[in-house]
């Protein structure tokens, strides 16, 4: 086990709604990447939060949109749902005190759009 | 950006066999391959990962090799075992910022 933890688990959501889904990082890590899986395909980056700030952010709309805490801990927020947002959202813990920033994922969320 | 390919998509081996998954990186500034195993229902798990400045790494019935001229780097496993069955991520980043996955192996042994 990683340590990273997720929540909820599963979440079933109507287009047009609004999601939040939370992120607690693993002990002695402060970055945290968000990362959308589609059925049957890899992870996709969303974005990176480092000590607070958005750190990088991959081809992801506006209505992605994130928060850091003070503890590290994060929140990946999706506003205006559409059908394609029907995913698993993972979340990845790492330290940028390393050189290269070993990613470890937490067990996911499965989001439902209908 | 960086694209990362990853081959084969699926992969069947009998018990005790090897099995080989090898992936194609586009950005020659990428320092750091990862490889994660990701069961039903779970998040990616870190297996085994390596350098830039290294070529090949083992651990146990694992090993990466790495070749920075061709931009490739491929996943073995040897003496496979039932409980290796999954679906295995290369992932290629530049100093752990944003990590590019390749589309993912389903490796199935059969006992």
């Known amino acids: 086990e990683t340590g990273v933890t997720q929540s909820p688990t599963h979440l079933i959501k109507t287009r047009g709604q609004q999601v939040t889904l939370r992120c607690s990082s693993q002990?002695?890590?402060?970055?945290v990447s968000w990362y959308q899986q589609a059925l049957g395909q890899g992870p996709q980056f969303i974005f990176q939060?480092?000590?607070?700030?958005?750190?990088g952010r991959g081809n992801f709309p506006p209505r992605f949109s994130g928060l850091q805490f003070p503890n590290y801990s994060s929140e990946l927020n999706v506003n205006a749902l559409e059908l394609d947002d029907s995913a698993l959202y993972l979340c990845?813990?790492?330290?940028?005190?390393?050189?290269?920033?070993?990613?470890?994922f937490g067990p996911g969320t499965r989001l439902t759009v209908t | 950006g960086e694209n990362v390919e990853q081959h084969p998509s699926t992969l069947s081996v009998q018990e005790g066999d090897s099995a080989v998954i090898k992936c194609t990186y586009s950005?020659?500034?990428?320092?750091?391959f990862p490889w994660y195993k990701q069961e039903l229902g779970k998040g990616p798990q870190l297996i085994i990962d390596?350098?830039?400045?290294?070529g090949e790494k083992k651990d146990q019935r694992i090993a990466v090799t790495l070749n920075k001229t061709a931009k490739h780097f491929s996943l073995h496993i040897t003496e496979t075992q039932p409980e290796d069955s999954a679906v295995y991520f290369c992932?290629?980043?530049?100093?752990?910022?944003?990590?590019?996955f390749g589309t993912g192996t389903s490796l199935t042994v059969i006992p």
């Open positions: 002990s002695g890590h402060n970055t």
């Open positions: 950005d020659s500034a990428s320092n750091y």
């Open positions: 390596i350098r830039s400045n290294v």
């Open positions: 992932a290629a980043t530049l100093l752990g910022n944003q990590f590019y």
């Open positions: 990845a813990s790492s330290t940028r005190d390393t050189a290269f920033g070993e990613q470890y």
């Open positions: 939060y480092y000590r607070e700030e958005e750190n």
